[in-house]
T-cell receptor, first 115, second 115 residues
């Protein structure tokens, strides 16, 4: 199994509070991704990183920010959580550089509830 | 337009039978990768199989094969000799090689294997 750890695994928070989710990898992969999964939508990309300090937006990036100060860590921050951000969040990693190296491996997910 | 379309929200198959899960995609990029993932009720995302757009042969991994029809832009997953443990959600995904680093996921198909 790919070494990907997401923390926390579950979190309940209140509307308006900041929340940070952490993704830690031990594979030294270049690419890291944050997705959210909601019923009827599959997985939707929030942000991704293609290297330390190199990040870009995905299709549902509003209300989220990310940081990657080390290869192994990718943080997702909800600056002011809203109920619409209640979801399951997945981190994924890939080696990148084309073809089968783009296969993504996923963490176990974080279930976030915003009340 | 949807990048990935999975038209079967739910499927049933008898144990030991084969089943095909449909996936169509939309891209103008000549270079792309297609992926299938399995999500059991426990929630983790498990990589199953990969097909590159330039691969001449259909990908196979054990009981999984990908029926790749490039002209039709379809990438159906075939599971042979279904087992009870195959009951899960199945997601098709695509990555375009030349137009960014985003992965696009379909909304998934729920497969139930009947004993």
């Amino acid at each position: 199994d790919a070494g990907i750890t997401q923390s926390p695994r579950h979190k309940v928070t209140e509307t308006g509070t900041p929340v940070t989710l952490r993704c830690h990898q031990t594979e030294n992969h270049r690419y890291m991704y944050w997705y959210r999964q909601d019923p009827g939508h599959g997985l939707r990309l929030i942000h991704y990183s293609y290297g330390v300090k190199d990040t870009d937006k995905g299709e549902v990036s509003d209300g989220y920010s990310v940081s990657r100060s080390k290869t192994e860590d990718f943080l997702l921050t909800l600056e002011s959580a809203t109920s619409s951000q209640t979801s399951v969040y997945f981190c994924a990693i890939s080696e990148g550089a084309g073809g089968a190296k783009n296969i993504q491996y996923f963490g176990a997910g974080t279930r976030l509830s915003v009340l | 337009a949807q990048k990935i379309t999975q038209t079967q929200p739910g499927m049933f198959v008898q144990e030991k039978e084969a089943v095909t899960l449909d996936c169509t995609y939309d891209t103008s990029d000549p270079s792309y990768g297609l992926f299938w993932y399995k999500q059991p009720s426990s929630g983790e995302m498990i990589f199953l199989i990969y097909q590159g757009s330039y691969d001449q042969q259909n990908a196979t991994e054990g009981r999984y094969s990908l029926n790749f029809q490039k002209a039709r832009k379809s990438a159906n997953l075939v599971i042979s000799a279904s087992q009870l443990g195959d009951s899960a959600m199945y997601f098709c995904a695509m990555r375009e090689e030349n137009t960014g680093n985003q992965f696009y996921f379909g909304t998934g198909t729920s497969l139930t294997v009947i004993p």
